[in-house]
Structures are given as structure tokens and as C-alpha cells.
């Protein structure tokens, strides 16, 4: 079964480009570009993962996704956009976006995008089952509180082992900051905030043998953690 796609895009020729490509590589496509057509073809088509242009006539993009995720909280949203404030992708992230990739993007770039959203999808919840997991190239005791990279073995702080195990759970997606600092240390207060940029760097530094992993920082938002 073909993976659905519903596309929002008002400029016409630039999505006749995209829809037929994406239909080349085997994905069903529905095209809309006036965003008061939007939800009905979201509530007919079903879509498996929705790519929405931010500016559009009627209802932007971000109004559409708050009233996607009033609909369905896993669907995949992936906004499009020549927008580059930081503010816009901040918003976009906070109402429910899980990808936002800036105009002009190549298909490559899009199909890749789409395939990770999807992917990521099916992998929640990133549970933890045993004493110990892979983290890229490490292995994380849990409860030895300790990470092993080759022979190399360093051992961790409570909080240290806890911040690493939360990124690990909610890896490749958008963690929250307060939602970081509520879980390892209790509140989001101005000191603990302060204390998290301390840890974040620090385990950038202990996972720093593995250039596969990566924690991103967005700005105003939080964290993505790169596996």
C-alpha cells in the first residue's frame, strides 16, 4: 500500500513538480492550494503524512496544523516555507510540526524528510528494555551509570545517566525544554535552566567519538537529539 501524502501548495507550478515526483517514487498524492479546501481533503483522503506550504490564501499553514492535530495528534506534519525568522519555525515546532524545511529544497531533501516523519512515527514510544542500550557507537550501562565507548568507560552522574536516557527515549524528535527540566530536575526554574546548559555540553562532549550523533539546539523550543 502506497504511503499517502496530502500536499498543500498555492504555487501551482512548483506543485505539479512535486506531486508528480513524489507519485514517480510510489507515494499517493493529493494536491490542495487554498487553504479552505484543506480539511475536507484531510477528512476524505486520510493522509499518512501531510506537507504544508506556510503561506497560502484563506488559512495559512499553521492554521492548518492546529486544526490537523485537533483531528489527530500522530499524523506527521511537515511544514514548507521561504519564511526563515527563527520566530516562524519556533511556532511551527510548538503547534504539533514535527519538520519544517526552508524554500527552495530539493526532492531528495522532501522524500527524505517524509521517509525520517514516517519512520520516526512508527518507532514511538522509544521504550528501554534491559540494563543496557546502544547509543550510536556507545553502550550505556543504566544501571551501572555508565557509558562505554570501545574500551573507554566513563562513569555518569544521576543526572548526567538521566539526561542521556531521556534524549535517548525521545530521540529524533523536538524535546521541549521544560519538559527537560521538569523530568530531571523537578521545575523549570531560572538556576536549573542554567544548570541544563552546563549538562547539555557535557554530554556533547562524552558522545563526541561518535559523529553520528548529534544534540541540536532550537533556538526557544529545546533539543533534537540526532541518532
Keep these: 500500500m502506497s504511503i499517502k501524502v496530502l500536499y498543500v501548495e498555492d504555487e501551482l507550478f512548483l506543485g505539479k513538480i512535486v506531486k508528480e515526483t513524489l507519485e514517480l517514487r510510489g507515494f499517493e498524492v493529493r494536491m490542495e492550494s ?91 514510544p522509544h521504550a528501554i528494555t534491559g540494563d543496557t542500550i546502544s547509543v550510536g557507537k556507545y553502550q550505556f550501562q543504566l544501571n551501572k551509570q555508565v557509558l562505554v565507548f570501545g574500551k573507554d568507560e566513563r562513569k555518569l552522574s544521576y543526572r548526567e545517566s538521566e539526561l542521556i536516557k531521556y534524549l535517548y527515549q525521545k530521540r529524533d524528535q523536538v524535546i521541549d525544554r521544560r519538559d ?36 541540536i539546539t532550537i533556538k526557544g523550543v529545546g533539543y533534537r537529539f540526532v541518532v
Design 180 to 215: 527537560l527540566l521538569n523530568h530531571i530536575w523537578g521545575n523549570d526554574s531560572f538556576f536549573n535552566s542554567r544548570n541544563l546548559d552546563v549538562y547539555i555540553t557535557k554530554i556533547r562532549g562524552y558522545l563526541k567519538d561518535d559523529p553520528s550523533l548529534e544534540i
Design 34 to 124: 487554498d487553504g479552505s479546501e484543506v480539511m475536507e481533503a484531510f477528512d476524505q483522503f486520510q493522509p499518512d503524512i501531510c506537507v504544508l506550504d506556510v503561506m497560502l490564501p484563506n488559512r495559512s499553514g499553521f492554521e492548518l496544523a492546529e486544526d490537523i492535530r485537533k483531528k489527530n495528534d500522530d499524523v506527521p506534519v511537515i511544514f514548507l516555507t521561504a519564511k526563515t525568522q527563527t520566530d516562524d519555525v519556533v511556532h511551527g515546532f510548538k503547534i504539533g510540526g514535527n519538520d519544517y524545511i526552508r524554500k527552495p529544497f530539493s526532492m531528495e531533501e522532501l522524500i527524505v524528510r517524509i521517509e525520517n516523519a514516517l519512520r520516526m512515527q512508527k518507532d514511538e
